[in-house]
């Protein structure tokens, strides 16, 4: 598994941008593998954000990001998705996707087996 997430930028508050995390090794890991997003601000400890289950039927949120982000994948396309909308300063971080060995994720990252590289999210108010 190798992970690539992309889409990260800066934006003002209010905006929005669309993550990307692709894993350009092995579709069959990715397929059946939930997957999720952590973010880690400066200073601070890595939190989790969102994750996705291996079909795509089940998702769980972070309370700071409920009704705002919404993720999303794509088996076919080995790609998981983070939409984020109505960004606040408060959602700048280091965004970074993850791979679970099991079928449904969850908040805590050691679940995590696999770790992209992460990508910059700067919200200006």
């Known amino acids: 598994v190798q992970l690539q997430a992309s889409g990260g930028g800066s934006v003002q508050a209010g905006g929005s941008l669309r993550l990307s995390c692709a894993d350009s090794l092995s579709r069959r890991t990715f397929s059946n593998n939930a997957m999720g997003w952590f973010r880690q601000a400066p200073g601070k400890e890595r939190e989790f954000v969102a994750t996705?289950?291996?079909?795509?039927?089940?998702?769980d949120y972070a309370d700071s990001v409920k009704g705002r982000f919404t993720i999303s994948r794509d088996n076919a396309k080995i790609s998981v998705y983070l939409q984020m909308n109505s960004l606040k300063p408060e959602d700048t971080a280091v965004y970074y996707c993850a791979a679970s060995l099991r079928s449904y994720g969850s908040s805590r990252g050691e679940d995590y087996r696999y770790w992209g590289q992460g990508t910059q999210v700067t919200v200006s108010s």
């Open positions: 996705i289950s291996w079909r795509g039927d089940r998702t």
